[in-house]
T-cell receptor, first 112, second 112 residues
Framework: SQQGEEDPQALSIQEGENATMNCSYK?????LQWYRQNSGRGLVHLIL?????REKHSGRLRVTLDTSKKSSSLLITASRAADTASYFC????????????FGSGTQLTVLP | NAGVTQTPKFQVLKTGQSMTLQCAQD?????MYWYRQDPGMGLRLIYY???????DKGEVPNGYNVSRLNKREFSLRLESAAPSQTSVYFC???????????FGPGTRLLVL
């Protein structure tokens, strides 16, 4: 069963615009991670946010976590064509034997 | 430093055939994982190895076996392939459990 669900499933924007993706989850977590997957490739880790953190930045990425709403958002600012990829959230559920559970992803297309 | 490598890249099997997917990492990581990814879905954990000498079932272990051969290598075996096992298989590793995971490029398996 999917712990994390991303929203929207697909997003298309123009280069230079900001892209926001959301992730909702069902049970309490230790941390939440975001990964990127380019077409036909393996996943690449972007950022990890712990349950006691509310916001984290890495370059053009900004991640927020609201544990009361069981949700996270990933903001990519000033998007580029190279940001075109699928983005997945992954959660480490408390009591899950420390496994990561991945959502079904948001397909982001950045048009030049 | 190759990171996580997987062989083969592609494989076509007939129903009932067996095969082993190989995975190796050169980052001295303790934990290793096998996932499958089906179209439009996130990754689902098949098996994982928290440390050398241990293996545990994930979300979808039926029809698979694994071997943690040593700290570097973690193989996935399909004893009698079924069409439902057509998927893309990813191996990943991490220093400890539920830390950043590093993914291989994937093996695309088609079972006819």
């Amino acid at each position: 069963s999917q712990q994390g669900e991303e929203d929207p499933q697909a997003l298309s924007i123009q280069e230079g615009e900001n892209a926001t993706m959301n992730c909702s989850y069902k049970t309490s977590i230790n941390n939440l991670q975001w990964y990127r997957q380019n077409s036909g490739r393996g996943l690449v880790h972007l950022i990890l946010i712990r349950s006691n953190e509310r916001e984290k930045h890495s370059g053009r990425l900004r991640v927020t976590l609201d544990t009361s709403k069981k949700s996270s958002s990933l903001l990519i600012t000033a998007s580029r064509a190279a940001d075109t990829a699928s983005y997945f959230c992954a959660t480490d559920k408390i009591g899950s034997a420390r496994q990561l559970t991945f959502g079904s992803g948001t397909q982001l297309t950045v048009l030049p | 430093n190759a990171g996580v490598t997987q062989t083969p890249k592609f494989q076509v099997l007939k129903t009932g055939q067996s095969m082993t997917l190989q995975c190796a990492q050169d980052m001295n990581h303790n934990s290793m994982y096998w996932y499958r990814q089906d179209p439009g879905m996130g990754l689902r954990l098949i098996y994982y190895s928290a440390s050398e000498g241990t293996t545990d079932k994930g979300e979808v272990p039926n029809g698979y076996n694994v071997s943690r051969l040593n700290k570097r290598e973690f193989s996935l075996r399909l004893e009698s392939a079924a069409p439902s096992q057509t998927s893309v298989y990813f191996c990943a590793s991490s220093l400890g459990q539920v830390e950043t995971q590093y993914f291989g490029p994937g093996t695309r398996l088609l079972v006819l």
